[in-house]
């Protein structure tokens, strides 16, 4: 369940900013409504959380700044994890995803679902074949 | 009274997890950081560009590696 303290997201998302010379902006009252929305979105079912999540802060994207993918990237694979799941995407699919949701392209079930065919149990084999390697 | 008093004392023993940023660090192992921030530092709020990048693979994510 998602129970995260807007400060602390805050604080966390300018913390990994300012680690890594980038700009956040730190808007509490958008921090607020987008955990607001992801809580229902989610509807308390832990293995929606990631997509709504992504969907509530990606579309409030401008109210972040460009720190925020970053950010999500890490938070969203380890609120996974803490929940259960492993989340097989790639980088490159995720900012595929996040640029289209800030974009307003990619509407929150479509996430829901991109999400669903990416989330496996924890220990269980994956049955995604391995992400092609750059040459 | 007495209830009172005990309360902040159970409160402070109460197991404490991860706070936001540690989780996010987690999250972050082998993750390609450098990429993400290459990006945001191209892009900022211009998504409309990054998406025509990421379609024609020259996004900072699609970047080649010396092996």
């Given at each position: 369940m998602i129970e995260f303290d807007a400060d602390e997201l805050l604080d966390a998302l300018n913390r990994i900013a300012r680690r890594e010379g980038l700009t956040a902006r730190l808007d509490r009252g958008a921090a607020?409504?987008?955990?607001?929305?992801?809580r229902w979105l989610s509807a308390g079912r832990p293995?929606?959380?990631p997509a709504a999540l992504l969907y509530a802060f990606g579309h409030?994207?401008?109210d972040f700044g460009p720190a925020l993918w970053l950010f999500l990237r890490g938070l969203l694979r380890a609120h996974a994890a803490a929940n259960g799941f492993e989340l097989e995407m790639t980088d490159v699919e995720f900012a595929t995803l996040s640029a289209g949701t800030a974009r307003g392209e990619i509407?929150?079930?479509?996430?829901?679902g991109w999400f669903a065919?990416?989330?496996?149990p924890l220990g269980q084999k994956s049955k995604r074949p391995p992400p092609k390697r750059p040459r | 009274m007495t209830a009172a008093r005990k309360l902040p004392a159970a409160q402070e023993s109460a197991p404490k997890g991860p706070s936001i940023f540690e989780l996010v660090n987690q999250g972050l192992e082998g993750v390609d950081v450098e990429g993400f921030v290459v990006a945001a530092k191209k892009y900022?709020?211009?998504?409309a560009?990054?998406?025509?990048d990421l379609e024609a693979g020259h996004h900072p994510l699609q970047r080649k590696r010396a092996r």
């Open positions: 607020l409504a987008a955990l607001a929305e992801a293995e929606l959380e409030r994207s401008k509407e929150a079930l479509e996430l829901r065919a990416r989330l496996r | 900022g709020d211009d998504h560009r990054e998406l025509a």
